[in-house]
């Protein structure tokens, strides 16, 4: 484990670690922007909380997500680390994933000012992959076995989050089909709070997780220490990346917010309390199973279950095919970015 003393003389002494940190905050800072608001999207859709609630409520649980479920089971952030091979030349391993993490930052700001909740998750393994593929010439840098988990992953989290989504909903309006609706209201403005608390929760359990694997990644490569294939998450590298990720959240936030909670479907607070409940179950899951997948996947298509269980028609689906097209781009634009980056960066450093 490096303690953060360790750490910071490392910082201080080493401009390229320097470098390398600065720009792996960066893509946690966006993730921020682009990932963490479809947590709490319901919540503030619903008018449960403000947004500013909303946001500290996701900063909180955010960090608490990264603590408990990577002292249960860090294996997110192993597979993402073993995801690819930055192995061999310590310098040019360094360099390329320095040109995937801007790579991530370019197409992750540029999502966000359209106010599409682009995939993190997408965004990341394209970057790298690209990156990895760069540096060695060819597809010797993928770990197919580690990827392939991703891969799968991030299919099971689309299919998942809408079948969740879909359920939830529905036994919600079984049970509570004899109740009168006007009594029900503060008890799901609650519940509510509860689920988006959730599923926060389990955004800081799977995301935190995939950026603190990288950040070590970096951090290792920058002391020359390119074969290095097991580590221990430190305690304040979990607070540096819940707090970096809830700043990106304020700062940025609400145009997900919007696009998710409110533009796709017109939600009641029941419904936002059974898309939350959905989402989380399907992380907590995917997490506890080690398997790396997409929060924002997860998220959208248990609102997309929610609202396909009333009728079809209450999804706007112009919305959907914007963000499927986004998540279907991300792989060979974000993947391409990674690869020119990598190639240039290592030509010019």
Known sequence: MIDFSTFLSWLVTNPVLLITVLLTLGVIFVNGWTDA??????????????????????????????????????????TIYNMVDFGGDSHEAL????????????????????GIPTSESHALIAGLSGAAIALHGGLAGI????????????????????????????VTELICRRMDRRKTTGFFRGAQIASGAAMAFMHGAQDGQKFMGVFLLGVFLANGQAQTTSFTLPLWLMILCSVTMAVGTSIGGYRIIKAVGMDMVKLEKYQGFSADLGAAACLLVSS??????STTHTKTTAIMGVGAAKRLSSVNWGVVKEMVLTWVLTFPGCGLIGFLMARLFIAVF
């Open 37 to 78: 608001p479809n947590a709490i999207a319901t919540c503030v859709s619903t008018r449960s909380m403000s947004p500013r609630a909303a946001i500290l409520m996701a900063a909180v649980f955010n960090f608490l997500g990264v603590l408990v479920m990577t002292l249960i089971n860090n294996t997110v952030a192993q």
């Open 143 to 170: 770990n197919g076995g580690e990827w392939i988990k991703v891969v799968y992953g991030l299919l099971l989290s689309t299919l998942m989050g809408f079948g969740f989504g879909w359920i939830t909903v529905k």
């Open 288 to 293: 506890v199973s080690g398997i790396p997948v």
């Open 95 to 114: 360099v390329a994933l320095c040109a995937a993490l801007f790579a991530i930052v370019t197409w992750a700001v540029a999502a966000w000012y359209f």
